[in-house]
């Protein structure tokens, strides 16, 4: 009798041990399903110039649950009402959440957009799958209502998913470069590298003679710690040049800077593990 009682009792510790292991496995595995989820969509922090008389738009890019919670169906930019948005919601999907875009751009037929005055955007109203809209921050977006008129002409452009990239322009009269300089570089000194070269000289002094023909080239590279929070930021950003003709003109001129940065899972799910809220 003894005998058959201990085989019996040795399984049914067993079954026991194993259906709490299950139970405990279960429950971390719930726990870790729900600290990787979002309270809701987190848009990143954008730093952008756009220039709407040039045909530029407003990308924005938001993290959002890949199946529960709030989804992003519409936004809204108080300050530029001639801006309508179009939501992309899976553009890149990682395990627990999708990267999406809203693509915001201008109504055709507003006439009155020379006359604008530059501002700058730092919230957009954002409405969501249940409950109500909501103000949330977005960065900070200068909208300048300009046109460029430049004596610039691009040669070549390159960009690439490590950061680097070059802009390439022949002058197409003499000038005189008086001063270089990029857009959000009080931000941004740390993390992006600038070299120039003009003349056949790889980092020429200013003021720089240029005559017609010649070829003006401008290197750069982003250097953003991947454990960073500014890994988490967008840029749209310019490289800044003010030039003298030879009739005495000053021109302030831009060339684009290309920023091809995308998160990987190990930096989404840092972002989820935080709540949203990185420093």
């Not at 750069?220 to 454990?227: G, L, T």
């Not at 001129?253 to 899972?265: A, G, I, Q, T, Y």
Request: zero cysteines.
């Amino acid at each position: 009798m003894q005998q058959n009682l201990i085989p019996r009792l040795d399984r049914s510790v067993l079954w026991g041990v194993t259906a709490i292991l299950i139970a405990a496995s279960w429950i971390g595995n719930l726990w870790y399903y729900e600290t990787m989820q979002l309270e809701k969509p987190v848009f990143l922090k954008h730093y952008m110039v756009v220039y709407p008389n040039a045909n530029d738009w407003i990308e924005l890019t938001y993290a959002e649950n890949k199946s529960t919670g709030k989804k992003v169906t519409a936004v809204q930019i108080e300050e530029l009402p001639s801006l309508l948005f179009r939501i992309d919601p899976h553009p890149n999907t990682y395990t627990h959440q999708v990267l999406g875009k809203a693509y915001g751009e201008w109504r055709t037929g507003d006439e009155e957009q020379a006359e604008k005055a530059s501002i700058t955007v730092k919230e957009a109203t954002v409405f969501y799958s249940e409950g109500p809209p909501e103000k949330v921050p977005i960065g900070e977006i200068q909208i300048v209502w300009d046109r460029r008129q430049g004596v610039l002409e691009t040669s070549s452009t390159s960009g690439s998913t490590d950061g680097s990239g070059h802009y390439s322009v022949n002058v197409t009269q003499p000038i005189t470069l008086e001063h270089v300089d990029y857009s959000f570089s009080d931000r941004t000194s740390a993390t992006f590298e600038l070299t120039m070269q003009g003349r056949g000289e790889p980092e020429p002094q200013l003021p720089l003679h240029l005559s017609t023909g010649d070829l003006l080239t401008f290197n750069y590279r982003w250097n953003i710690p991947d454990n960073s929070a500014a890994a988490y930021e967008v840029y749209k950003t310019y490289i800044m040049l003010t030039y003298k003709t030879e009739d005495g003109r000053t021109i302030q001129d831009r060339l684009p800077v290309n920023f091809n940065k995308n998160l990987s899972e190990k930096q989404m799910k840092r972002l989820a593990r935080a709540g949203g809220e990185l420093s």
